[in-house]
C-alpha cells in the first residue's frame, strides 16, 4: 500500500512539474524503459551478468566460510592461528582494497568474485563457528553411545545441529554479496548492473538509470524469499521448536 | 534377541582437575554384574553415580582401573552398550523425526536397506506404543512420549547392556509408573543386562534384583543388597510387601546418615 502511494507520488511530482528536472522522469516512463529494456535483452544481459558474478562470489565464499568456521570451532590450533587474523581483516571495507586489488587481479570477474567471496565470508565463517562450538555436547555423546564414528559425528550431529546458525550467516551473506557486487562493477565495471548503472548516470539516461534500479529491487527481494523458502526447509525444526515453546 | 553380558567392574578410580582444585569423584570402586540382572546404584546426590556410570558406558575415560564386557576390555568402546540420558528431551535429536532418531539408533551398527531400518523402527516404536507418531519431531511430544521415543531408540540399537542414568527422574508421578512397567516388560523380553543410577529409593527396589549403595563423595561401594521381590512387579502390590519396606528401610537408613561408614554394612 504504502509501496503504491508512494510511486504515485512519484509519478505526480514528475508529471505535474513539481520538481522540473531532466533526472526525474515520470514513473510511468521508467517502466516502459524497463519494459523496453526486458524485451530487447538488454537489461537482462547486465542483471543476468551480475548474478552470475554474484552466485560465484557467493558459493566459493560460503563453502570455505563454512569449511573455515567448523575447523575453527573444532582444532584449537587452527583458532588461535586464523581468529586473529580474522579479526584483524574483517573491519576492511572492501571497497577501499579494491583500487589495489585491480593491480593483482586486473579489471575482470576473478576480481569481482573475489570480492564477493571476500566479504560473504566472514560472517558466514563467523556464524558457523558460533554454531559449531554452541551444539550441545549432549549430542555428541548420544552419538557416541550410538557407535557414530568420528568422521560421521560432523556430518550427522555436528552440521545438522550447528545449520539455524550457519543460516544466519548464509542470510548475512546474500545481502552483502548484492551490495558488493553491484559496488565492485562500479569501481572496476566493463558489464553488470554497476558499470551500467555508471554508465547510464555519465550518458544523463535517467530513465534507464532508474530502470535498472528497479529491476534489481525486485530481483533481490526475489532472491531474499527464495533463500527464506529455502531456510524454512532446511531448518523448519528449529523454527517450529521456538514458536513451540519447549 | 541379544542376550545380556555379565559386567565386571574392577578398581575404577575417577580424579577431576589436578593441583590444588583437584577433586576426587570416585576412589577405587569395583562391582560385578551378573549376565541379565537388573542392578540398581543409590547414592547421596553429588557422590558420582552419574560419573560412574558414564564411566562404565566409555563416554567418560577413568582415571585408573577398567570395565570388562563379557570378560573383555572395553573402556572407551561402547560396543553393545547403550547408554540412556536422564535429559531426554535434549537426547533427541530436535531436527530428526521420530522414526528417524530411532533409526538413528542402529544405522551404524549395522548394513541396513532403507526397508529394512523403516521395519525396525516400526518394531521398536511399537513396542513402547508409540508406533503412530513415527512422522513428528520429538518437541511435539509430551515428555513422557519423548522418554519413550529415547527407550526405542536405545533398545534399537539391542544392546547387551543397558545403562539408565535417572531416565525416569523428571516426568510426573504416574508416568513414572508407567514408564517402570514399560522398561521391566522389556527387560524381560530382550534380557538385555540393566544397570539403573538413581537417588530414588522406591524406583531402586521396585525395579531392581540387586541394589548397590554408593558413600558419599568420594564413591566407594558401601554394600550390595538382593531384594528378593518376586517378579513380575506390580505398581501397587510389590511397594506393600513386607520385604519392599524392610529393603527400603535399610537403605534409606543409609542414605540418610550420608553413608559415611558409621555403620557396619546392610
Known amino acids: ?246 | 534377541m541379544t542376550a545380556g553380558e555379565a559386567l565386571q567392574i574392577d578398581s575404577i578410580t575417577k580424579t577431576f582437575g589436578s593441583g590444588v582444585g583437584q577433586v576426587e569423584a570416585i576412589a577405587s570402586f569395583s562391582l560385578d554384574v551378573e549376565a541379565g540382572e537388573f542392578l540398581s546404584i543409590v547414592g547421596p546426590s553429588g557422590c558420582g553415580k552419574s560419573t560412574l556410570l558414564q564411566i562404565v558406558a566409555g563416554l567418560m575415560p577413568p582415571t585408573s582401573g577398567r570395565v570388562l564386557l563379557g570378560g573383555r576390555d572395553v573402556t572407551g568402546e561402547p560396543a553393545h552398550m547403550v547408554y540412556l540420558f536422564q535429559q531426554y528431551a535434549k537426547s533427541l535429536l530436535p531436527w530428526m523425526t521420530v522414526e528417524a532418531n530411532v533409526g538413528f539408533g542402529f544405522e551404524h551398527r549395522g548394513k541396513f536397506t532403507p526397508e529394512q531400518a523403516r521395519v525396525r523402527c516400526r518394531e521398536y516404536l511399537d513396542m513402547v506404543g508409540l508406533g503412530d507418531v513415527a512422522h513428528r519431531y520429538p518437541w511435539q511430544l509430551s515428555g513422557g512420549m519423548q522418554q519413550r521415543v529415547a527407550i526405542a531408540r536405545a533398545l534399537s540399537a539391542q544392546p547387551r547392556v543397558l545403562l539408565l542414568d535417572e531416565p525416569f527422574s523428571s516426568v510426573d508421578a504416574l508416568t513414572r509408573l508407567e514408564l517402570h512397567a514399560l522398561i521391566l516388560e522389556l527387560w524381560e523380553k530382550q534380557q538385555f543386562t540393566a544397570i539403573l543410577v538413581t537417588h530414588d529409593v522406591d524406583e531402586a527396589v521396585f525395579l531392581a534384583d540387586r541394589v548397590a549403595m554408593l558413600t558419599q563423595r568420594p564413591a566407594t561401594l558401601f554394600g550390595v543388597m538382593e531384594t528378593e521381590l518376586p517378579r513380575p512387579r506390580r505398581p501397587v502390590e510389590t511397594n506393600e510387601l513386607p520385604r519392599f519396606l524392610e529393603v527400603r528401610h535399610r537403605l534409606l537408613g543409609h542414605l540418610l546418615a550420608k553413608g559415611t561408614g558409621t555403620h557396619d554394612g546392610p
Not at chain 1, 524503459?33 to 558459493?59: C, F, K
Not at chain 1, 566472514?122 to 559449531?132: H, Q, S
Open chain 1, 1 to 246: 500500500m504504502l509501496v503504491v502511494a508512494l510511486l504515485l507520488a512519484w509519478e505526480i511530482s514528475a508529471r505535474s512539474g513539481l520538481v522540473r528536472s531532466a533526472n526525474w522522469p515520470p514513473f510511468s516512463a521508467v517502466v516502459v524503459a524497463l519494459v523496453r529494456g526486458i524485451a530487447n535483452g538488454e537489461l537482462v544481459a547486465v542483471v543476468g551478468s551480475s548474478l552470475w558474478r554474484m552466485l560465484q562470489g557467493y558459493v566459493l565464499g560460503s563453502a570455505i566460510g563454512i569449511a573455515v568456521g567448523i575447523a575453527l570451532a573444532m582444532v584449537r590450533p587452527v583458532r588461535y592461528t586464523l581468529l586473529p587474523a580474522i579479526e584483524l581483516l574483517r573491519p576492511i571495507p572492501i571497497t577501499a582494497v579494491i583500487p589495489p586489488l585491480i593491480f593483482v587481479l586486473g579489471l575482470e570477474d576473478r576480481l569481482k568474485i573475489f570480492c564477493i567471496a571476500f566479504s560473504v565470508f566472514f560472517p558466514i565463517a563467523l556464524n558457523t563457528m558460533a554454531g559449531v562450538a554452541s551444539v550441545d555436547p549432549i549430542y555428541e555423546q548420544v552419538a557416541k553411545t550410538f557407535g557414530v564414528p568420528s568422521p560421521a559425528m560432523l556430518r550427522r550431529v555436528i552440521i545438522p545441529a550447528a545449520m539455524p546458525m550457519i543460516f544466519a550467516g548464509l542470510r548475512t551473506g546474500v545481502a552483502i554479496a548484492l551490495i558488493v557486487t553491484v559496488i565492485s562493477e562500479m569501481i572496476a565495471g566493463q558489464q553488470g548492473i554497476g558499470y551500467y548503472l555508471m554508465s547510464m548516470e555519465f550518458a544523463m539516461r535517467a530513465t534507464d538509470m532508474y530502470a535498472v534500479i528497479i529491476l534489481l529491487t525486485l530481483v533481490a527481494y526475489a532472491i531474499n524469499r527464495g533463500f527464506v523458502a529455502w531456510e524454512a526447509q532446511i531448518i523448519r525444526w528449529a523454527r517450529t521448536r521456538d514458536f513451540a515453546g519447549t
